[in-house]
Every structure is written in C-alpha cells, then in structure tokens.
C-alpha cells in the first residue's frame, strides 16, 4: 500500500492564506498523481485539484482557479496546496490521495482514479 500524509490545516481568518502538504511514506511521490480533495460538514466529497507525474498537468474546480495553487517539492517528497484567499466556505477536511493511472500530460479530477488516500486536514475559516 501507499501511504500519504497530509498536514497544514488549521483555523484562518476569512482572507487568510493555508498550505498544506501531502508527504508520503516509502515511495516517490514524483512518480504518481496526486489529488486534493474536500469535504465541507454535511456536504460530499469534491475534487479540488490535481497534479500529473513529475511537473506534469494540473487542473483545478472552476470555482477555485486563481485562488489555490497545486505544486510538488520533490527533494521533500511533497505535494502542496496553496490555499488563498480564503473563505468561510472553504472550511472542511482536506484529503490528499495517489493516482496510480496519471501521467505526466494527465491527472484526473475524480476521486474514482484514486486509490490511496490520507486521513486529512481540517481547514476552518472564520468570518
């Protein structure tokens, strides 16, 4: 199994900025996809972003575009979540999870393509 590990979240003023992290655990997360994803309280899981293999394809929700920005740190083994701007409601848990079907000219914005999945983060934003 592939495990990953997500941090960073915490509570933030409405406007503030969070980064979050995804580590993983005995593999190179340089050679997979990774999604971010949330669930706001009482609300499903959405799609958030995505990051193909290496530096490879990103995409991000409409709704999200200019705000969040997805990128790796591959000498940390990490994948990022710069959250901007943010939003009452932006507050929900944050999950990161691996992709095993990615390329580096693909990543997927459905949580049917993944696999593996981090307990997550919670993020709150206060108004």
């Known amino acids: 199994q592939l495990h990953v590990a997500e941090s960073g979240g915490g509570l933030v003023q409405f406007g503030g900025s969070l980064r979050l992290s995804c580590e993983a655990s005995g593999f190179f997360l340089n050679n997979y996809g990774i999604g971010w994803f949330r669930q706001a309280p009482g609300k499903e899981r959405e799609v958030v972003s995505c990051?193909?293999?290496?530096?490879?394809?990103?995409d991000y929700v409409d709704s999200l575009k200019g705000r969040f920005i997805i990128s790796r740190d591959n000498a940390k083994n990490k994948v990022y979540l710069q959250m901007n701007s943010l939003k009452p409601e932006d507050t929900g848990a944050y999950y990161c999870?691996?992709?095993?079907?990615?390329?580096?000219?693909?990543?997927?914005?459905?949580?049917?393509?993944?696999?593996?999945w981090g307990q997550g983060t919670e993020v709150a934003v206060s108004s």
């Open positions: 999870a691996v992709d095993q079907t990615a390329n580096q000219g693909v990543c997927h914005m459905a949580d049917v393509y993944y696999d593996y």
């Open positions: 990051i193909g293999v290496g530096d490879g394809a990103k």
